[in-house]
């Protein structure tokens, strides 16, 4: 594994800057800015449609299939919930477990990783930097800090949402599959968008001091860092979670499933290893970051500055260090052969 950029402690207090003339080369041609900007907006129009709508041509795929396996107990033990719980205990301890089993489950592959000297070698993208007691223990009571104190009383909200929209609970009333799809996706742009804005200026100077360098003391990221920040950047990032939830939102499983996605994927880009194909099938989604992308914003502390999406870094210019640095190894690795 090559060693990483060097990068000096005063990068972390300073704010991104302008790329630099010998940059130029790895910004986008004015015929690929146009071609983003397509995309960002079709990406956040395309998934309202399929997401409200009945789809004719979509609802005849799946006419005539056999129920799924499952169906009929996933039925029952639903409407067994919904008679035996009132709607807050669902809404609130519901999406509480929903939250803290996801997390969890999500992070112990990449727990376990650090114990297996194969995927060390293999997919660890800063491999000299070790995860270690320490900092995970130091992590993990931050954690527990912030889901339990910051992010309860937000959890709880849900339950005010529900009600206040009118947002069903039954079965009866989920939405179809390509809805579910389409309504996870725009939830995703919605909260990418958020992400990068707010990023950027959690990476401005008097905000990166105050807010943000928190999330940043861990240079080698691990998936259990996901979640650490300082409690108001919890709240400043989170409000793109919710903003998604106020469009799509037409029923209590797509904040379970959003919160899923969302885990998921937050957990896998810090993980620290840039898995394959077959490990990780979100890679087959057009513009996904991934790991190795937000490794290097934790690495390089500028630059990278959305969450799942790779479109607005490129449009705007915030990639250039990232695509000269791999196009630098890319470069060694062919004189070493
Ligand atoms: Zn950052
Ligand atoms: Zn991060």
Redesign the pocket.
């Known amino acids: 594994m090559e060693q990483p950029m060097p990068v000096s402690p005063d990068t972390i207090k300073e704010p991104s800057k302008a790329p630099a003339a010998d940059m130029s080369a790895f910004l986008p041609s004015a015929g690929r800015r146009l071609f983003l900007g397509c995309v960002i907006l079709f990406a956040h129009l395309v998934p309202l449609y399929f997401a409200k709508w009945d789809v004719p041509f979509l609802d005849r795929l799946t006419d005539g299939l056999p129920s799924p396996p499952g169906q009929p107990e996933v039925r029952l033990g639903w409407h067994s919930v919904l008679g035996r719980f009132s709607k807050w205990q669902i809404a609130f301890f519901g999406s509480v477990l929903v939250h803290q089993v996801v997390y969890f489950v999500h992070c112990l592959p990449g727990f376990l990783y650090q114990f297996v000297p194969v995927i060390q070698d293999g997919w660890k993208i800063q491999g000299e930097k070790k995860e270690t007691f320490a900092l995970q223990w130091k992590c993990f009571k931050v954690l527990m800090f912030n889901q339990f104190i910051i992010q309860t009383p937000l959890i709880a909200g849900t339950y005010f949402f529900t009600e206040m929209f009118g947002i069903p609970y039954e079965y009866e009333r989920l939405p179809k599959w390509y809805q579910l799809v389409a309504q996870v996706l725009g939830c995703a742009v919605i909260e990418d968008t958020w992400h990068y804005f707010l990023?950027s200026w959690?990476?401005s100077k008097g905000m990166?001091k105050l807010i943000?360098k928190m999330?940043?003391e861990f240079q080698a990221p691990f998936g259990m860092q996901a979640e650490y920040a300082h409690p108001l950047e919890t709240l400043i990032l989170g409000g793109g979670f919710f903003f998604g939830i106020l469009v799509y939102c037409n029923h209590l499983v797509l904040l379970w499933v959003w919160v899923f996605f969302r885990l998921q994927e937050t957990i896998e880009v810090h993980s620290g290893y840039d898995l394959p194909l077959y490990v990780n099938p979100f890679h087959l989604i057009p513009f996904y970051g991934g790991a190795r992308f937000h490794d290097f914003?934790?690495m390089n502390?500028?630059g990278n500055?959305a969450s799942t999406f790779t479109w607005w870094d490129e449009l705007l210019g915030t990639d250039v260090q990232y695509k000269k640095y791999y196009a630098t190894l890319q470069d060694k690795r062919k004189k070493a052969e």
């Open positions: 990023h959690l990476h990166y943000h999330h940043h914003h934790h502390f500028t500055y």
